[in-house]
């Protein structure tokens, strides 16, 4: 059974940073290309970063550019957008996503974490 547990998620004032992870279990990591979307109230979820499989390819929203940075950990199967000078704009709840990447490109395996809570004051 596959899971996904974020953590990391908090209360932070603008200007700070906020490390979340992911943790993963139940799959080959590897194979998998691992995001972060968010979702503010009121508004539809955005991817914010992504990373292949063995993490040699990263991808950013414009949003997040300059300030977030992910990273992968094969070794314990985790996942950790490292967020630096964080906006009021990118309070939202974060979710980890894991969707299985195959030979041919993406399959349609995906998986959802239950979201963590960012929250940034001004």
């Known amino acids: 059974q596959v899971q996904l547990v974020e953590s990391g998620g908090g209360l932070v004032q603008a200007g700070g940073s906020l490390r979340l992870s992911c943790a993963a279990s139940?799959?080959?990591?590897?194979?998998?290309?691992m995001s972060w979307y968010r979702q503010a109230p009121g508004k539809e979820r955005e991817l914010v970063a992504d990373?292949?499989?063995?993490?040699?390819?990263?991808s950013y929203s414009d949003a997040a550019k300059g300030r977030f940075t992910i990273s992968k950990k094969p070794s314990n199967s985790t996942v950790t957008p490292q967020m630096n000078s964080l906006k009021p704009e990118d309070t939202a709840a974060y979710y980890c996503r894991a969707r299985r990447w195959g030979t041919f490109g993406p399959s349609r395996e995906i998986y959802w974490g239950q979201g963590t809570q960012v929250t940034v004051s001004s």
């Open positions: 139940g799959l080959t990591f590897t194979d998998y290309r």
């Open positions: 990373i292949s499989g063995v993490g040699d390819s990263t």
